[in-house]
């Protein structure tokens, strides 16, 4: 059976569920279900938080118009995100959610577990994230909130995470990258290769620093140990003394006045780029290509001691049921599908089935996004604009070569408010 008509099927299913269930509430023939069986599948709108940089408006009306039901995005930004996850879930039914905030919501009676087998797409997706492993079966770094310890629930209950797969996920990997330092080429003066040049004095005043105790403080980290200055045992979990050190170097190094700025949002860190007010600094993939697109070169810089990787999951709220719980499957399904894959491709970002986002890309799209190839073609981002002349290959080649050089992971640490005391100390100094 084509996806296709998979898809039909199933949404012909819901229908008849939902009109022969209704009818037969209406006539008592049947009590006690949930009113939400009485709907039409027309009637249901599911309502998905998310990100600025995955809640795209064409996703959502690409969702509505093939599934038969409403998606409607609502974008936040991740701090505030997290807020509404952890105070009005009840106003959304799924997230995207980031991997470290599975530490903050696991166990608070947020989620609901989503059973394995209700997801069609394993076998697709990177078993980086399915099975902590590479496609040739090497390990990958367990530093910091490495994807594959939180992906699986013990039980259904979802209250604790398992040590190894189960039938029960507490959310499903969408969306990933490996990030790094973006530059200004035409400003920084000289070659950058390590995450030490963040804080090096050949760049002071002109460096920017990513305000988050989650994701800034490893880029502190890896240009720390990169700058010789501490060796960690484990980056992404750091000890109390290790916490007291890197803060203490970090106060004296900003008050030598390195950093120009603390960012916290997307168009902040696009701002200090594009402005050259800042040459080197902590920045997203998709900041780098909205430099890209104002006509000023900007490089998503490679660096030897290798990437900060960091996911995106789709997360099921614990309040939806009936009908609307059928629906979020079919979405979760669709979503992982390959349409989203390729329009965040279009953005930097990877799908965590990156061969279901291949069929809705061009050859020279693949080519650029994923192979790490010259590109063929102009490539032009979601909304159309120019982001590659012809020609250009992507910054840190292949996806293969980027994921496969992740040193650490975005974290929530053991000494989580103990390190977010001294973080706030650190950057109100």
Same mark, same amino acid.
């Given at each position: 059976?084509?996806?296709?008509?998979?898809?039909?099927?199933?949404?012909?299913?819901?229908?008849?569920?939902?009109?022969?269930?209704?009818?037969?509430?209406?006539?008592?023939?049947?009590?006690?279900?949930?009113?939400?069986?009485?709907?039409?599948?027309?009637?249901?709108?599911?309502?998905?938080?998310?990100?600025?940089?995955?809640?795209?408006?064409?996703?959502?009306?690409?969702?509505?118009?093939?599934?038969?039901?409403?998606?409607?995005?609502?974008?936040?930004?991740?701090?505030?995100?997290?807020?509404?996850?952890?105070?009005?879930?009840?106003?959304?039914?799924?997230?995207?959610?980031?991997?470290?905030?599975?530490?903050?919501?696991?166990?608070?009676?947020?989620?609901?577990?989503?059973?394995?087998?209700?997801?069609?797409?394993?076998?697709?997706?990177?078993?980086?994230?399915?099975?902590?492993?590479?496609?040739?079966?090497?390990?990958?770094? =367990? !530093?910091?909130?490495?994807?594959?310890?939180?992906?699986?629930?013990? $039980? &259904? %209950?979802? #209250?604790?995470? *398992?040590?190894?797969?189960?039938?029960?996920?507490?959310?499903?990997?969408?969306?990933?990258?490996?990030?790094?330092?973006?530059?200004?080429?035409?400003?920084?003066?000289?070659?950058?290769?390590?995450?030490?040049?963040?804080?090096?004095?050949?760049?002071?005043?002109?460096?920017?620093?990513?305000?988050?105790?989650?994701?800034?403080?490893?880029?502190?980290?890896?240009?720390?140990?990169?700058?010789?200055?501490?060796?960690?045992?484990?980056?992404?979990?750091?000890?109390?003394?290790?916490?007291?050190?890197?803060?203490?170097?970090?106060?004296?190094? =900003? !008050?030598?006045?390195?950093?120009?700025?603390?960012?916290?949002?997307? $168009? &902040? %860190?696009? #701002?200090?780029? *594009?402005?050259?007010?800042?040459?080197?600094?902590?920045?997203?993939?998709?900041?780098?290509?909205?430099?890209?697109?104002?006509?000023?070169?900007?490089?998503?810089?490679?660096?030897?001691?290798?990437?900060?990787?960091?996911?995106?999951?789709?997360?099921?709220?614990?309040?939806?049921?009936?009908?609307?719980?059928?629906?979020?499957?079919?979405?979760?399904?669709?979503?992982?599908?390959?349409?989203?894959?390729?329009?965040?491709?279009?953005?930097?970002?990877?799908?965590?089935?990156?061969?279901?986002?291949?069929?809705?890309?061009?050859?020279?799209?693949?080519?650029?996004?994923?192979?790490?190839?010259?590109?063929?073609?102009?490539?032009?981002?979601?909304?159309?604009?120019?982001?590659?002349?012809?020609?250009?290959?992507?910054?840190?080649?292949?996806?293969?070569?980027?994921?496969?050089?992740?040193?650490?992971?975005?974290?929530?640490?053991?000494?989580?408010?103990?390190?977010?005391?001294?973080?706030?100390?650190?950057?109100?100094?």
């Amino acid at each position: 059976m084509t996806r296709q008509k998979s898809l039909k099927t199933r949404r012909s299913m819901l229908k008849l569920a939902g009109t022969a269930i209704g009818g037969a509430i209406g006539s008592g023939a049947i009590g006690g279900f949930p009113m939400i069986w009485a709907q039409n599948i027309k009637d249901v709108v599911l309502r998905h938080a998310g990100p600025p940089v995955t809640t795209i408006p064409s996703i959502a009306a690409q969702a509505s118009k093939e599934l038969g039901f409403t998606v409607q995005m609502q974008a936040a930004e991740n701090a505030d995100l997290l807020n509404r996850l952890l105070s009005q879930s009840s106003a959304m039914d799924c997230c995207d959610i980031t991997i470290v905030y599975l530490k903050y919501l696991v166990g608070r009676s947020v989620l609901q577990t989503i059973p394995v087998g209700k997801f069609k797409w394993w076998d697709q997706t990177y078993p980086l994230f399915s099975k902590g492993t590479y496609p040739d079966g090497q390990e990958a770094s =367990k !530093q910091g909130v490495a994807p594959y310890t939180i992906l699986y629930a013990a $039980d &259904q %209950s979802g #209250n604790k995470f *398992a040590e190894e797969p189960t039938d029960w996920a507490n959310i499903i990997p969408t969306i990933t990258n490996a990030d790094t330092l973006g530059i200004r080429p035409d400003l920084v003066g000289r070659p950058v290769t390590s995450w030490a040049d963040l804080i090096s004095p050949d760049f002071k005043g002109r460096a920017a620093l990513q305000d988050s105790p989650t994701t800034g403080v490893i880029d502190v980290a890896m240009a720390m140990e990169a700058g010789g200055h501490i060796k960690y045992a484990n980056k992404g979990n750091m000890t109390r003394p290790e916490i007291d050190k890197t803060i203490a170097t970090m106060m004296d190094i =900003k !008050q030598s006045g390195q950093f120009r700025s603390f960012w916290s949002t997307f $168009d &902040q %860190s696009v #701002n200090l780029m *594009a402005s050259g007010e800042v040459v080197i600094q902590s920045m997203w993939s998709p900041a780098v290509t909205a430099v890209r697109t104002r006509g000023i070169p900007c490089v998503f810089q490679p660096l030897k001691e290798g990437y900060r990787g960091w996911g995106y999951t789709m997360g099921a709220m614990k309040h939806v049921s009936g009908l609307k719980l059928d629906c979020f499957y079919e979405y979760l399904n669709w979503y992982c599908a390959g349409f989203p894959g390729a329009v965040v491709a279009r953005e930097g970002y990877y799908s965590t089935q990156p061969e279901n986002a291949r069929k809705f890309l061009t050859p020279a799209e693949w080519d650029y996004w994923y192979g790490g190839k010259p590109a063929q073609t102009d490539i032009v981002d979601p909304f159309g604009k120019l982001v590659e002349k012809a020609g250009r290959s992507r910054d840190g080649g292949s996806f293969d070569q980027r994921m496969g050089h992740i040193a650490v992971w975005n974290s929530v640490m053991d000494q989580d408010r103990y390190l977010t005391r001294k973080w706030n100390e650190f950057i109100t100094s």
